[in-house]
């Protein structure tokens, strides 16, 4: 079945250093790819996504490109504040088969920033 | 248009106590779904609804029913709740199966 894979955390990094999260994922169609974020008590928001291979998904300064060759979906960002300090979550979707637009998630990464 | 709303937001059971978690959204969604969040495990698919009157087993389903007796409203049921079931619930809808809208979670602890 549809599996993702998230890079083992929690991540902690000054501001301004530069994040990079990994994500690969297993599927047996032609997935979709998210990222989602989820700030400390609250639910989850989508950050980014994309929909087919060499995508690239872009929001408040995280970008992934989805790389189908690598099954890959590594979430980065440049310069990190400390108000990106969540859970970030990686997800497929994949419309076909039965999934019924079910997602599929990594179990997530912790990233705090320290000023 | 409030989108997706959890009840309540937290709640204590003991175990073997029976409860019911309310999801209900306003955006006319066909599909809603019920996941569990455990630390280290992501989030994982307990059941779910692709139209009112129609339920599914997703990948943790047990110790779980559910009902969607109206299509805004979709019931998480625990019959007789265990210490495995302590988790935070997050409820989501989608129109099309391709964008999801969370809740703000359930936290659920039993002792």
């Known amino acids: 079945g549809d599996s993702v894979t998230q890079m083992e955390g929690p991540v902690t990094l000054s501001e301004e250093a530069f994040l990079t999260i990994n994500c690969t994922y297993t599927a047996t169609g032609y997935p979709s790819l998210f990222w989602y974020v989820q700030y400390p008590g609250e639910g989850l928001q989508l950050l980014l996504k994309?929909?087919?291979?060499?995508d690239k998904g872009s929001n408040k300064g995280f970008e992934a490109t989805y790389r189908k060759e690598t099954t890959s979906f590594h979430l980065e960002k440049g310069s990190v504040q400390v108000s990106d300090s969540a859970v970030y979550f990686c997800a497929l979707s994949d419309p076909g088969g039965t999934s019924y637009g079910k997602l599929t998630f990594g179990q997530g990464t912790i990233l705090t920033v320290h000023p | 248009n409030a989108g997706v709303t959890q009840t309540p937001k937290f709640r204590v059971l003991k175990t073997g106590q029976s409860m019911t978690l309310l999801c209900a959204q306003d955006?006319?969604?066909?599909?809603m779904y019920w996941y569990r969040q455990d630390p280290g495990m992501g989030l994982r698919l307990i059941h779910y609804s692709v139209g009112e009157g129609t339920t599914a087993k997703g990948e943790v389903p047990d110790g779980y029913n559910v009902s969607r007796l109206k299509k805004q409203n979709f019931l998480l049921g625990l019959e007789s709740a265990a210490p495995s079931q302590t988790s935070v619930y997050f409820c989501a809808s989608s129109y099309t199966g391709t964008v999801w809208v969370f809740g703000p979670g359930t936290r659920l602890t039993v002792l």
């Open positions: 994309a929909t087919k291979a060499d």
């Open positions: 955006m006319n969604h066909e599909y």
